[in-house]
């Protein structure tokens, strides 16, 4: 990195960019440039976190609601249905806004309302795989039911969750990005793109680089990741690539 991200210099305070600091300086003196890199890791920390944690859940519970049904299928069901009933960001707010303003907070709120779209796509996965016939036959020979549903059952699957963390990760980066614009995510000196945003908006006329470059970036690799999980969906999708 060029420069410190956090290191202020107030004489050059709004700079435009150039070509020492080619995104400009922000309203603190600080490099844009050094203070998108270093959001670029917290943002890809999020994520990967947000969506390492959900697929687990999610496949855990959606395999076990789907193979085994009855009574703990009924009890995940409305548990997902509750927090379907939800506008996902709304609830994340809420959320964060209980339990305080920090990342570990935001990690735990994108979590939550994120375990729920695994869980429901692995569910209607299992009810449609545990029909097939290889899975009758390891039950015919006298396969236990854990064996089957790790063993034949989730891996095919798996290139559907592949598909979903893929799209999931983009939206975990915008809601990490959209409660730290709130003040609810990560707390100032350290580098968010959302506090970046908001820290622009009063700047919008007289320096607009304090707000392109952090949209830009966001917007960039939100797009990137929905590209991929479209190729990737294509990829294992029989039917699309025909």
């Known amino acids: ?11 050059l305070r709004l700079a435009a960019p ?11 003196g600080r490099d844009i ?8 890791r ?3 920390f999020v994520g990967l ?3 390492s944690i959900s697929a687990s859940v999610g496949t855990l519970l959606g395999a076990v609601a ?21 506008p996902g960001l709304l609830l994340a707010i809420a959320l964060v806004a209980v339990l305080g303003p920090s990342l570990t907070n935001v990690l735990f709120a994108l979590t939550i309302i994120g375990w ?5 796509l692995v569910r209607g996965q299992v009810l449609r795989v545990r029909e097939l016939e290889y899975v009758q036959a390891a039950r015919a020979v006298g396969a236990g039911a854990p064996h089957i549903l790790w063993r034949h059952v989730v891996p095919a699957a798996m290139p559907a969750v592949v598909v979903q963390a893929t799209l999931g990760m983009g939206g975990a980066i915008i809601g990490e990005a959209a409660l730290s614009f709130l003040g609810l995510g990560v707390q100032p000196p350290s ?46 999708d029989p039917k699309r690539s025909a």
């Open 66 to 86: 789907g193979y085994f049904g009855g009574v703990l299928d009924d009890i995940i069901g409305r548990v997902i249905d509750i927090l379907l009933a939800f």
């Open 18 to 28: 150039t070509l020492v600091h080619p995104f400009g300086l922000d309203e603190l």
């Open 49 to 51: 976190t947000v969506v």
């Open 1 to 11: 990195m060029p420069f410190d991200p956090v290191a202020q210099d107030l004489p």
């Open 116 to 120: 729920v779209g695994y869980a429901r």
């Open 33 to 40: 440039l050094a203070r998108v890199l270093a959001g670029a």
């Open 191 to 236: 580098p968010s793109w959302g506090t970046m945003l908001n820290g622009g908006r009063a700047h919008l006329l007289d320096a607009p680089h304090l707000t392109i470059f952090p949209g830009l970036a966001i917007a960039v690799l939100v797009l990137g990741l929905n590209f991929l999980g479209d190729g990737l969906r294509d990829a294992t």
């Open 42 to 44: 917290i943002s890809f």
